[in-house]
C-alpha cells in the first residue's frame, strides 16, 4: 500500500507562509 | 499585580508556542529563533497585556489542532510583535 508523508508544505497557506518568514529573516540579516 | 500575573500567564503560554513550533519547523529552526527576537523586541505593555494573551492563546490552539499550518501561526504572531514592537511604540510617540 502507498501512502503519501505528509509535508507542511503540502499546505499552500502554510508554503506561502514560510516563503515570507524566510525572506524577513534574509532581509533582516542583510540589514544588519 | 494583575499587569504582572499576565505576564507570567504570557510568557508560559509563549514558552508552550515556541515548544510546539520547535517541534514542527526543525528543518528550519532560525524561524523561531526569529520569534523568539520579535518577542524580545516587543513592548513590554504589549507582553503584559489581554490582548496578546488572546492573540497568543489564538495562535496556540490553532497551531496544536493544526500542524499543517505551522508557518501560518508563527507568521501572524511575528506580524503582530512586529506591531508592538518597541522601537515602532517610540517613533509613534510624539
Known amino acids: 500500500e502507498s501512502f ?12 506561502i507562509a514560510k516563503k515570507m518568514l524566510l525572506a524577513q529573516i534574509k ?3 542583510s540589514s544588519g | ?5 499576565l505576564k507570567a500567564e504570557n510568557e508560559k503560554l509563549f514558552g ?5 513550533c520547535k517541534t514542527h519547523t526543525q528543518d528550519h529552526p532560525e524561524v523561531v529563533a526569529f520569534l523568539q527576537m520579535k518577542y524580545s523586541k516587543a513592548s513590554p505593555d504589549y507582553l503584559s497585556s489581554v490582548e496578546f494573551r488572546n492573540a497568543l492563546g489564538r495562535c496556540l ?3 496544536q489542532a493544526n500542524t499543517a499550518k505551522t508557518f501560518v501561526y508563527i ?3 511575528c506580524t503582530v510583535l512586529k506591531q508592538h514592537s518597541a522601537k515602532r511604540r517610540a517613533l509613534i510617540q510624539p
Open chain 1, 4 to 15: 503519501k508523508m505528509v509535508d507542511d508544505d503540502d499546505d499552500p497557506e502554510n508554503r
Open chain 1, 27 to 29: 532581509a533582516n540579516y
Open chain 2, 1 to 5: 499585580k494583575e499587569g504582572y500575573v
Open chain 2, 16 to 20: 508552550e508556542f515556541v515548544e510546539h
Open chain 2, 61 to 63: 490552539t490553532r497551531a
Open chain 2, 75 to 77: 507568521n501572524e504572531l
